[in-house]
């Protein structure tokens, strides 16, 4: 698990994070939304692609937490096998929260 937290734009920093893991030979799987506080991305790597993704996090200044022993595992395999991981930012913004809504569901 790969954990960082910005200041800037969410808006941008989401979108461009999906472009970054692309960037590392990696995929999107999945994606959740926590109102406007945070994004976990469910994501599949190569082991080649976490030092690309966490040098295209710094520039998007993204500060990540130092790698985890599990990824520095991962990231020194030799197989050619992605992966799986997640990529959690938290965003810090003077915005008030954000409300979605939930769909009655009939029935």
């Known amino acids: 698990m790969i954990q960082g937290k910005t200041s800037r734009d969410r808006h941008r ?4 994070m999906s472009k ?5 030979g990696g995929y999107l ?3 959740k939304q926590f109102s406007n506080l945070s994004v976990c991305f469910n994501i599949e ?4 692609g976490f030092s690309k993704l966490r040098k295209k996090m ?18 020194e395999k030799s197989e050619d096998a992605d992966i799986p991981c997640s990529l959690q930012v938290s965003f810090f913004h003077e915005e008030p929260d954000l409300r979605i809504p939930i769909l009655a569901v009939a029935g």
């Open 58 to 75: 710094d520039k998007l200044e993204v500060i990540l937490t130092p790698p985890t022993e599990k990824e520095i595992v991962a990231s």
């Open 45 to 48: 790597l190569p082991p080649s």
């Open 20 to 24: 970054a893991v692309s960037s590392a």
């Open 13 to 16: 920093v989401t979108s461009e």
């Open 29 to 31: 799987l999945d994606f």
